[in-house]
């Protein structure tokens, strides 16, 4: 789906990435994690050709990612980032945008993408928000609104920034099953965290960077024989199992 093959990029003269060659998977959710500063975000804004590249390639469905324009590729990734000015717009204005890469000439949105738009504020629990100004919601509710902006995209890969930031437990947990539900049904989830509880939880892989490398990329039980994230981490980390059979895991600081 989307495969980075020695991904050397960062800003201005600055390298932050160093070699990354990796593959997000068609079908699984992905969790990036890493310390601080470590080059998360900047992967992701790598793959939307938003930073600089030094070497190295990256190729969506096969194709090199920069032969793509912005249509074909926001038709193909939709992108939520960390950070976004607020939008003196109606939420249903706002996510409506989501339907730009499908507006053809005489560049109006069709009833079709009103009912998409209607779809994505059901499944992310804002319907009564729709002729709200966006700019007078909470965090919380911003974010919904964007990840309904993202959803009506019908990108095939999703490509996310702390989506969870700002969204109470509860939230975090619907939203969690969303994409969930999205990678099984064949789309490629990557979500940026800080959350490692999380990540170890729900994702289906995980991908390590630290200091701008790729360290290891697997599953939970994979990733946790390594020990790679301890070391990165500087974390003792153990594992409890629930009466649910759930497990949960703790951290210390070694
Ligand atoms: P993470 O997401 O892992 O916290 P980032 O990808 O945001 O890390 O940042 C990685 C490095 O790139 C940091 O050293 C950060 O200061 C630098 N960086 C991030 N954005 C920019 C930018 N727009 N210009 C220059 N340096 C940047």
Not at 225 to 242: A, N, P, Q, W, Y
Request: charged share 25%; glycine share 10%.
């Amino acid at each position: 789906m989307i495969r980075c093959e020695k991904l050397t990029a960062g800003y201005g003269g600055k390298e932050v990435l160093h070699e990354i060659s990796w593959e997000a998977e068609k079908g699984k959710f992905t969790a990036v994690i890493g310390p601080n500063g470590s080059g998360k975000s900047t992967l992701l804004k790598t793959i939307l050709g938003q930073t600089k590249v030094f070497g190295g390639d990256i190729c969506l469905e096969g194709k090199p990612i920069k032969e793509y324009g912005s249509r074909e590729l926001a038709k193909r990734i939709a992108y939520l980032p960390q950070h976004r000015d607020d939008a003196g717009i109606s939420v249903g204005r706002m996510v409506l945008h989501g339907r730009f890469p499908y507006i053809a000439f005489p560049r109006r949105y069709t009833v079709a993408d009103e009912e998409k738009v209607g779809q994505a504020l059901k499944k992310m629990g804002i319907e009564a928000l729709r002729d709200k100004p966006v700019s007078e919601l909470s965090g919380g509710e911003k974010q919904k609104v964007y990840l309904a902006m993202a959803l009506v995209q019908d990108a095939p890969v999703f490509l996310l920034d702390e989506p969870a930031a700002s969204l109470d437990l509860s939230c975090q947990l619907s939203l969690t099953a969303m994409l969930k539900t999205l990678s099984r049904e064949g789309k490629t989830v990557v979500a940026v965290t800080h959350d490692l509880n999380y990540a170890l939880q729900y994702a289906d892989k995980l991908l390590i960077i630290n200091k701008g490398r790729a360290v290891q990329y697997g599953t939970t039980e994979e990733t946790l024989e390594t020990g790679v994230m301890e070391k990165v981490f500087g974390l003792h980390i153990s594992r409890i199992r629930d009466d649910n059979g759930q497990t949960h895991y703790c951290f210390a600081v070694r």
